[in-house]
């Protein structure tokens, strides 16, 4: 079995006084897809929001690569590495694709890596480099799924 690369362990989170979360635990594995299930309200957003810090965590722990990132502000979290996509075909609608790819490479200081990173997105999806100009609203709902995969 592949090492985790996420682990959360006994997460107590919510909001206000409620609890949504009550000593959770879960791990993703390097290399494995890792899905939560489950019915509307029962709490997957909410452990989203809490690895990310956009929930207090008020017990338990977030770990990341082996680092304890729990309580993290968000920003520390996604410089890290870790990433999220929404679900739907959630993109910047009057901005071109271009535009929307280059919004996921804010974190990155490197002229060259983002390049790099452009030209290869570009190489596996070449309907974005044909529409590269085109605002991201007007994409299909197939091309915008690219789109925000390849941002990722």
Known sequence: MSEAILTVENLV??????????????????????????ANGVGKS?????????????QGTVRFLGQ??????????????????????RVFPRMSVLDNLMAGAYLERS????????ERVMALFPRLAERRDQFAGTLS???VR??????G
Not at 13 to 38: E, F, H, K, M, P
């Open 13 to 38: 989170a919510g909001y206000g006084n409620a609890n949504v979360l009550n000593g959770i635990s879960v791990q993703a594995q390097d290399r494995a897809i890792t899905c939560l299930l489950g």
């Open 46 to 58: 909410t452990l989203i929001k809490a690895i990310f810090g956009l929930v207090p965590v008020r």
């Open 68 to 89: 304890d990132i729990t309580g993290w502000e968000t920003h520390r979290v996604v410089a890290q590495g870790l990433a999220s996509i929404p679900e739907g075909n």
């Open 111 to 118: 002229r060259a890596k983002i390049a790099s990173r452009l």
């Open 141 to 143: 709902g197939e091309s």
């Open 146 to 151: 690219c789109c925000r995969s390849a941002a």
